[in-house]
């Protein structure tokens, strides 16, 4: 079963834009990660935000975490062509050995 | 050293048959995980091994489905009679993580098995 679920499923934006992605999990956490799929194949880690903090950069990437809403923000900022992607949150908790509870996806098409 | 690799990238095989899909997980890495991801769907968690034992098996969809891992290094994820709805990616991932402890995992470009 999935942890949690991830708006918009799609998203389609102009190069230079900013995308937004968000994500909502259920139960409590560890840490929560974001990852990248290209062509359906395999994932590419991005950036993971552990439980006791709020925000963190990475280049053009933003995420944030709110515990107390359970729901986490991917913000990619002056998006490119090759930001084309699907991007998954998935969150690591409790005694989970810290395998990975992942998201549906959203799907970001950025045209040129 | 060199990432997570799997073999084969693409299986194509016939209902009742057993196939078995192999992951070489990054040299060091302790924790190797495997999922499946069903077409525009987010990854399931099937099985995890710390070293050579499995600690959690709990996402394995049936008895049709076992894992092992030797020396460890190498996986096999076996699929015996197989059934249309295993059609998926199967990927595998490694990490250094230790229990509990989250790190990130680096994956295979996957296996993508297709049952007629």
């Known amino acids: 079963s999935q942890q949690g679920e991830e708006d918009p499923q799609a998203l389609s934006i102009q190069e230079g834009e900013n995308a937004t992605m968000n994500c909502s999990y259920k139960?409590?956490?560890?840490?929560l990660q974001w990852y990248r799929q290209n062509s359906g194949r395999g994932l590419v880690h991005l950036i993971l935000?552990?439980?006791?903090?709020r925000e963190k950069h990475s280049g053009r990437l933003r995420v944030t975490l709110d515990t107390s809403k359970k729901s986490s923000s991917l913000l990619i900022t002056a998006s490119r062509a090759a930001d084309t992607a699907s991007y998954f949150c998935?969150?690591?908790?409790?005694?989970?050995?810290?395998?990975?509870?992942f998201g549906q996806g959203t799907i970001l098409t950025v045209h040129p | 050293g060199a990432g997570v690799s799997q073999s084969p990238s693409n299986k194509v095989t016939e209902k009742g048959k057993d196939v078995e899909l192999r992951c070489d997980p990054i040299?060091?890495?302790?924790?190797l995980y495997w999922y499946r991801q069903r077409l525009g769907q987010g990854l399931e968690f099937l099985i995890y091994?710390?070293?050579?034992?499995?600690?959690?098996k709990s996402g394995l969809p049936s008895d049709r489905f076992s894992a092992e891992r030797t020396g460890e290094s190498v996986s096999t994820l076996t699929i015996q009679r197989t059934q249309q709805e295993d059609s998926a990616v199967y990927l595998c991932?490694?990490?250094?993580?230790?229990?509990?402890?989250?790190?990130?995992?680096?994956f295979g470009p996957g296996t993508r098995l297709t049952v007629l």
């Open positions: 998935a969150t690591s908790g409790g005694t989970s050995y810290g395998k990975l509870t």
């Open positions: 139960t409590s956490i560890n840490n």
């Open positions: 935000i552990r439980s006791n903090e």
């Open positions: 040299s060091g890495h302790t924790a």
């Open positions: 091994f710390q070293g050579n034992s499995a600690p959690d």
């Open positions: 991932a490694s990490s250094l993580a230790e229990r509990g402890a989250g790190n990130e995992q680096f």
